[in-house]
């Protein structure tokens, strides 16, 4: 039986100060619309890295001599700890101090960001993006914690998360925008060194502006929790990945499988018997949190894959430039911030039960809509329409999924339960990156040899196409007969594309499912009044 969703009136409870004591007071911090600038820009960093790269790829592994089959490891790279950490990233902010370790991940992403710029090597590269991905594990949720406690007023909550949920989803499309702006007029190497100056500005905002957080209890780490997590999500992400060179069927891609699977089941056992453990299970017992997290799940893998698969169609097969590739990308921005405004609205007039189907019934009619793309597909024609109807659904959903995901939780666990938000959106984009990855490249190897021209043989296909794949790095193929295949592998391509989109289309209808099933909290369920205190 999920427990109940804590509801107060006006002056009946204590709204939390931000104060290291862990005590509270009933006034407003004056620097509160400040402090959400500052937090804004720390995350924005975060989401921003999750993309930036997309558009630079190409360049990158042309440089760094990045084998094809590699490249998805520069997204997978950052998100498998991103996603794995986030929980343990919250513990630490709970109980050091939310403030000091939102101070802690910025030098650190500053750092990880400066080495991946400079990388000369493959291996520095994708060392790098995962150092990221570690520093921001405690950046996130630092920083979303940090709202929960600075906006007590039901109101200004609302639109406090509205600016986080734009940020969540837009930053995803400004990432490309601002990747392909940098890899055009500088260099791909300042996808990473521009978060540098961006890490400085929160940084010297932070200081004054920010109050210190944290949990009154809590003295101890559940580093088997965090061990036996990252264990296990790495093992399901590796056995996904391993697939499309394996086949299903092998040992080596179920052992793994399997593997991460038990792996994670130990975890829940564990958590279960932790004196402190890194994701309490009272934090999933709740019906409407549960579902959030399940929603966000499906969504992050649904997502990440839809961005990695438009941006290799509007560069390889629409063959835009970076920066019109980025730009492609800015109705995605737009419809996000359009839908989390009018969904800071509405959420508080139909409730969120409302709110996260209708979203979701957006994003799986636009994949669906993305899913018949072909060769001939134009921008305006496919791509600008069905990112428009996406996005504008993401704005629903990211909005609203905060909000309930932060229903009745305790002061204690509101850095835990903050960071399940971002978890399972990032556990969901490395899976969903792995896993679309390898339905795509199913997709494009059976309709390509599928489609052979008349004469050509399976044996001369499979010759050719570490040759057409090269062709994408600007490398000409040794045997000129191997451009006679290209129109077919083009389309192949872009069928594998489709398939992914589909695939996404039906991860949308799961969530829908979910959150019809499990999500009830209306308009009443939500803090109500001048003070009401925080969802924390």
């Known amino acids: 039986m999920s427990e109940p969703l804590q509801k107060t009136s006006p002056g009946a409870g204590p709204a939390p100060t931000g104060e290291p004591d862990g005590e509270f007071q009933h006034h407003l911090d004056p620097k509160r619309w400040w402090a959400l600038a500052v937090i804004a820009v720390s995350q924005l960093m975060v989401v921003l890295d999750a993309t930036i790269v997309n558009i630079a790829l190409p360049h990158a592994s042309a440089a ?53 710029g400079a990388a000369q090597e493959p291996w520095m590269l994708f060392a790098a993006r995962a150092l990221q991905g570690v520093f921001g594990a405690i950046m996130a949720p630092a ?22 949920g734009a940020i969540a989803g837009g930053g995803s499309a400004i990432g490309l925008l601002l990747g392909g702006i940098l890899t055009s007029y500088v260099d791909w190497r300042w996808c990473l060194f521009v978060n540098i100056p961006i890490a400085a500005v929160a940084l010297l905002a932070a200081l004054p502006i920010l109050r210190e957080s944290k949990a009154p209890t809590g003295d101890n780490y559940d580093v088997a929790g965090a061990l036996l997590a990252t264990a296990g999500l790495a093992s399901v992400v590796w056995g996904f990945t391993r697939a499309p ?32 453990p ?30 990695l698969f438009l941006t290799y169609f509007v560069q390889g097969t629409l063959q835009f430039s970076p920066i019109k590739a980025g730009v492609a990308f800015l109705p995605f921005s737009l419809g996000v911030v359009i839908g989390a405004g ?86 969901g984009g490395s899976l969903g990156t792995a896993l679309l990855s390898t339905v795509a490249a199913n997709a494009t190897t059976s309709y390509f040899f599928g489609h052979l021209p008349t004469g050509v043989t399976a044996a001369q296909a499979g010759a050719a196409v570490p040759q057409l794949g090269a062709l994408a790095e600007g490398v000409q ?4 007969s191997v451009l006679q295949l290209l129109p077919t ?11 992914a989109f589909w695939w996404g289309s039906a991860l949308f209808v799961v969530a829908a499912v979910a959150s019809l099933l499990l999500i009830n909290a209306g308009r009443a369920d939500l803090p109500q009044g001048e003070h009401s205190a925080a969802m924390v």
């Open 477 to 480: 193929p040794s045997d000129p």
């Open 143 to 164: 920083a979303l914690a940090l709202i929960t406690v600075t906006f007590i007023e039901a109101r200004e909550r609302a639109r406090a998360f509205a600016v986080f």
């Open 245 to 276: 060179l394996h086949t299903w069927g092998s040992v080596q891609t179920w052992g793994w499988l399997v593997g991460g699977v038990l792996l994670l089941a130990l975890f829940v056992l564990v958590e279960s018997r932790s004196s402190s």
């Open 489 to 499: 592998w083009g389309a192949a391509n872009v069928h594998g594309y489709g398939m």
């Open 342 to 427: 009018v969904g800071s609205q509405l959420v508080l007039r139909v409730g969120a039960r409302v709110m996260i189907p209708v979203g979701l019934v957006l994003g799986t009619l636009g994949l669906a809509w993305l899913g018949t793309i072909e060769a001939g597909s134009t921008y305006w024609g496919k791509v600008f329409p069905a990112e428009l109807v996406i996005s504008v659904g993401m704005g629903f959903i990211f909005m609203s999924t905060t909000n309930v995901a932060l229903v009745g939780v305790s002061p204690a666990d509101a850095g835990v339960a903050s960071a399940m938000v971002n978890t399972t959106q990032q556990i």
């Open 64 to 116: 760094l001599h990045i084998a094809p089959n590699d490249r998805q490891w520069l997204i997978t790279a950052y998100a498998l700890p991103f996603g794995s950490l986030l929980l343990l990233g919250g513990r630490i902010a709970d109980w050091v101090g939310r403030k000091r370790m939102l101070i802690v991940a910025l030098c650190g992403f500053a750092i990880a960001s400066a080495v991946g």
């Open 278 to 307: 890194l994701m309490p299970l009272r934090i999933i017992r709740n019906r409407n949190r549960a579902g959030a997290y399940i929603v966000g799940l499906f969504v992050g893998t649904g997502l990440f894959g839809m961005f």
